[in-house]
């Protein structure tokens, strides 16, 4: 047992942050302070599951992937997906809860499977261990809001945040620019790199750009972009959203495409997030930890 | 002799190669009717409505490709009726008298699958295959940047895509054209296929792998980039079984600028 007038040590709070606080503040005269670090991240979940707005499905990728959700949160960063130099990074900043909107451990239901004894997968799963951090994914329910934060976040780094269309919460009505211009643009604005890849003619005229980031699928693309001239595309594939497009140059409507990747393409909807959870949870600093396009193309 | 009739003599080689028909797979007719007179034939990595008019002014009205003709993997039609990009494709199908079947699911049962052996051909690497596993090619030592630069040189590539250390050393390779490459691993330096998705997988594997000082790197070609080469080797076992009709491979090409 403690002594009389001692407060028991949070079980999450580890021995370098124990350190680092000093056994002083851990006295009762120090309870305010610790009362404030004593955001677990289970609560700091609850607190978000009570305000997204959307009712939280029974079938969900979001939830935790790593960590015990018992620990005390110093911070958090959100990231498009939780990369170990993502995590390093979050880590060296003081930030044990990482919010993702990708996988962990490369797929879907995070199930290493044949990578179970892999040394990359065992590496990043021990620098988790080690510094105690806690991976929460938040991509259903993120993606779920309407209008979807996504793509309005992106809209917002293009430069086109008052242009979006009343009649399709995914379209922008631009100034006219050209499909050439317009990837020159979108290059420049996104720091996109390899994943930049284009369909159609560049002296094609742009009025209407249908927005479409993370997965581009293409009963989305075929309804919506009948009132777009260009779909700004996260991830398309190629025998669906790509040979739509390709078709439509047969037709009296030719369409194009930008397709940034989709890791790019959700970067400012994962900045979007960090500042809509400083809003709700202002015990611990929260940050946006940027994503660089993870693609290169020969010069 | 009818589309029908090709594609029954299609069953019965395949048979006689030892691969059983399958129903309910991916290989179907998907536009035209079948008991159209079959004047020629074009194989193709993808239906494109680009590659049906090539098809049709060259006078080979039955298009057997390896892909969808109409955007999804089953080519399924409900929701495209009134699309007036769906309907374009069908009228251009219908006035032409095409006949569009695909041929997926039993041209990768083939053995070798002719889709691997189309893309290593196709980037020069028959004679590094290895023979202990189809996939793996032992190629000379050599970095990934040097190794991107010279499949990008040779294939025309645009849209290649990379990741991993432009630096790091290369040499063995796991070649998987199409969709859903083979799963990085401690057991190759580099996969080499069509494209993969991009949340978590092969990209999120060799970001880490970097990080955790074990480099891997991934290559994507593209999706007809890596199986378009494969229809030639289908064009050539076609003239094996169907002598008489013209047979020609017509590319879909790269779909991106």
Redesign the interface.
Known sequence: MLPSGMTKIPRDLSRREFVAVGGAVLLSAGAPRLARLELTAQQAIERIRARVGVPWRDTTVDGFKAGDPATVVTGIATVV?A???AL?QAAAAGRNLIVTF???????NEDPG??AS????L??KAFIDEHRLVVWRFSDHWGARVPNEFASALAGALGWADLRTADNLLVYAIPSTTLGALTEHVRARLGVK??L??????GMQIRRVLLSPGTTD??GT?KNL?QADVIVSG?P????????V??????N?PKGMIAV???VSEEPGVRACAAWLRTLITEVPVEAIATVD?????A | MTAEAVVARIKAQLASQGVAWREGGRDTFKAGRPETDVRGIATSG?S???VL?RAAKAGHNLVISH??TF???RDVTT??ET???YR??QQ?VAEQQLVVWRFHDHAHALRPDPLIAGSARALGWTSYASPADPRVYVLPATTLGEL??AI?RRLGDR?????GN?AMKVSRVVLGPG?GMP?L??AADVVVG??I?????N??????????G?P?AMI?L???MSEDHGMQEIADWLRTFLAGLPIAFIPAGE???
């Not at chain 1, 990708?102 to 879907?108: D, K, M, N, V």
């Not at chain 2, 849209?159 to 990741?163: A, Y």
């Open positions: 997906m990369t170990l130099p390093r990708e996988p962990t451990f490369y797929s879907g044949s990578r892999d040394p990359v997968y590496a990043k390899g994943s890849r284009v369909v159609g003619t560049p293409m009963p075929v009948s991830e594939r190629e025998w669906e959203a790509v040979e739509y390709l078709d439509t140059a047969s037709t409507q990747g989709r890791l993870p693609y290169w193309r020969i | 993808m494109t409505f680009d008019r892909e969808p955007y999804n993997d929701d495209l699309d007036p990009v374009a494709k251009f991107a630069s990008a849209g290649i895509r990379v990741v432009p969709y799963p691993s401690a069509g494209e998705g991009e949340s978590g997988g990209t999120e594997y060799a970001l880490d792998a970097a990080a955790a074990q891997k994507m593209g999706h007809m779909p991106f600028a």
